[in-house]
């Protein structure tokens, strides 16, 4: 009887592997197969139907992308620097905003969350032309300040929400515990309230920088032509049939996507994610 | 002592929370070294006593005073109190020589300084080898005491404590108990202690003060409050929870008992209660009764003799507990041997353990009324 009952059971966890392979593998071609297809391109000399593989590979258009004409190093240094000085700023509204709708008890403060929502809630077109035109009259248009504002107050959503759960998930015993020994309200903020909250905000950060990194149709409307970013870089070397340069600047920009499931794997905990938007 | 007297000093305190009320007239003067506990059931307000007097909270009414000094508007990082927190609320992210250290690291405190005076805290409260440790990986035992140690490390004057040894299992909790109270009287600092733990209350503090409603409804020593409780509902917090409705007349220094339907005439003397001429209640514990079978003739001297009849038995350890049947009521009656469901007793309660209280409105509200009305009806 026993050997029957595990007989069956090793019959069974022996054959188990082929229905658990077959959905394995078509979930790996669906993820795998279009980024396969964006590497292949990268390293592609010559490529055209009906041929299912390029006929020559060569790394002759990573020269031509980060060669000093190519555009790419200034795109990338533009895309980077606007990102970070986005997450700078947006952090820095988005700490006090976030503690205070998490701590105090604000009148509207479900509103006032929703405010944050606002600049998504209506076509980015229409909303980045008029900052556009207003950016121009004030001097901000084609500077880095400019396009750091537009995504600011892009990002700004991701930023308040997330700190805004960072915070909620500290207990306030606790700083009420460092308030009790002894410290004033801003030591017992920044000793004990903002380490713990850190990895939401590091989340948080995390979530602009990618924001800010391939949004596209504020770049364009308020930095172009003067402030070149990555995506418009894609854009146009996508739109004139370049696929090479296409998938390289995609590749780029893929690689901080990558470096960010994996921090936010680490750092982001299931009581912040639940506090999200409450 | 008379020096110390007024350490603490609370005047008139009243808190509210939106339109209700917590806190009410709260006047109580601590002692310097004196342990004090805030005894209630939940919702009495006894937390929000310590809290305001830690200053997480404000009151709508009434001082906080210590050494004569007005405490009331001081934030609570200028009290000079150490609070210990139900959920000891140790910061996750230090270890336990940094929890307990921050105390002295916020007084600016040279470095070699806090070091001894953390492992001087660790081998007081038995923390030694531990300093690394963060506290998600202690013991439950473990992280009290180092909640313990970091409001002790900075030496205050007064000590608060939130219910702290609720989160301990049953067994660690009655040795805490004495381990910080012993503590508590070696560093001959002032405490006040929150709990709803009678019998944590009366083995700790030098002063129970029971709160009810917001209101103190009593304050005194163990022996006091257990002895001589001011109100039924003091009474029965204190495991009075007998209750029996009787009818009496104030003669002289006694209070004499008229015979009732189930209980035969007797007399207390009166000990400067305030009784007055009617019914009365009557409280008293189920230790506190003696039984005997009916008909037996007892030298009850003063006190009281019920008949019943009782109804079950049990043996909880010790003695043998009846449920006896008075009328239309049940009480709970120990005694050293069963009695078997169905005889007749005769339970006498002393003069000492018999804890009468004027009805205050004769009939109005009071459980044991109604259980009188409905009991007329069923018969």
């Known amino acids: 009887m026993m050997r029957n009952i595990s007989f069956g059971g090793g019959a069974w966890s022996t054959l188990w592997w082929i229905p658990r392979g077959i959905i394995f593998g078509l979930l790996a071609f669906f993820i795998f197969g279009p980024l396969f297809n964006l590497v292949l391109w990268t390293v592609a000399e010559k490529w055209y139907f009906p041929h299912s593989l390029p006929l020559q590979y060569g790394f002759s258009y990573w020269e031509k992308v980060f060669a000093p004409r190519g555009g790419a190093i200034e795109s990338l240094t533009n895309s980077l620097i606007v990102a970070v000085l986005t997450v700078v700023v947006s952090l820095l509204l988005a700490i006090p905003t976030g503690y205070a709708l998490a701590r105090l008890k604000l009148p509207f403060r479900s509103l006032i969350l929703l405010a944050f929502l606002i600049p998504q809630a209506f076509p980015n077109l229409t909303v980045y032309v008029n900052i556009a035109r207003i950016f121009y009259e004030i001097g901000l248009n084609g500077t880095v300040p400019g396009v750091v504002l537009v995504h600011v107050s892009h990002g700004l959503v991701y930023a308040v929400w997330i700190a805004t759960a960072a915070f909620s998930a500290v207990d306030p015993e606790l700083e009420q515990a460092a308030r009790n020994i002894g410290a004033a309200p801003m030591r017992a903020f920044f000793d004990v309230t903002l380490p713990l909250a850190a990895p939401g905000l590091m989340a948080s950060a995390i979530f602009v920088f990618l924001e800010s990194l391939d949004e596209f149709t504020g770049s364009y409307f308020v930095g172009a032509p003067d402030v070149n970013m990555l995506p418009l870089l894609l854009y146009t070397a996508g739109s004139g049939g370049n696929y090479q340069i296409a998938s390289i600047t995609a590749l780029l920009l893929l690689v901080p996507s990558l470096i960010f499931m994996m921090v936010v794997e680490r750092f982001l905990k299931a009581d912040v994610l639940s506090k999200v938007g409450h | ?379």
């Open chain 2, 1 to 379: 002592m008379a020096m110390d007297e007024g350490f603490v000093e609370l005047r008139g305190i009243a808190s509210r929370y939106g339109s209700t009320q917590v806190l009410n007239d709260i006047n109580l003067s601590i002692a310097k070294g004196e342990f004090v506990a805030l005894l209630g059931s939940s919702g009495c307000g006894k937390t929000t006593l310590l809290r305001l007097l830690a200053g997480f909270q404000t009151a709508s009414a009434g001082e906080v005073m210590v050494r004569r000094r007005n405490m009331t508007a001081e934030p609570p990082h200028k009290r000079g109190m150490a609070l210990v927190f139900q959920s000891y609320a140790l910061w996750p992210h230090m270890t336990v020589a940094q929890n307990i250290g921050y105390g002295l690291k916020l007084r600016g405190a040279p470095r070699s300084k806090i070091a001894e005076r953390v492992s001087a805290m660790q081998a007081l409260l038995g923390l030694q080898g531990l300093e690394a440790r963060k506290p998600s990986a202690l013991s439950g035992g473990q992280r009290q005491r180092v909640a313990l140690g970091r409001a002790l490390a900075i030496d205050p004057e007064i000590l608060l404590l939130d219910e702290p040894l609720s989160n301990l299992d049953a067994r660690i909790r009655l040795t805490v108990r004495h381990e910080l109270r012993a503590l508590q009287k070696r560093l001959g600092i002032t405490a006040v202690h929150v709990t709803h733990d009678r019998e944590e209350a009366m083995v700790m503090a030098d002063r129970i003060v029971i709160l009810d409603a917001g209101r103190i409804a009593q304050a005194g020593t163990p022996e006091e409050v257990y002895n001589r409780p001011a109100s039924a509902f003091v009474a029965a917090f204190m495991g009075a929870e007998n209750v029996v409705p009787l009818s009496g007349t104030v003669d002289g220094e006694a209070f004499v008992i008229a015979e009732g339907p189930v209980n035969a005439a007797g007399s207390v003397a009166l000990m400067a209660r305030p009784l007055s001429t009617g019914s009365v209640e009557a409280r008293f514990r189920p230790e506190a009764a003696r039984l005997a079978p009916a008909g037996d003739v007892m030298a009850p001297g003063t006190g009281i003799t019920f008949r019943g009849e009782v109804l079950a038995v049990s043996y909880p350890g010790g003695h043998w507990r009846h449920v006896v049947r008075l009328g239309d009521r049940e009480i709970m009656a120990d005694a050293d041997r069963a009695f078997a469901p169905g005889d007749a007793v005769a339970v006498h309660v002393p003069a000492e353990a018999l804890f009468l209280f004027s009805s205050p409105h004769q009939a109005a509200g009071s459980t044991n009324s109604r259980a009188m009305t409905s009991g007329k009806v069923s018969a």
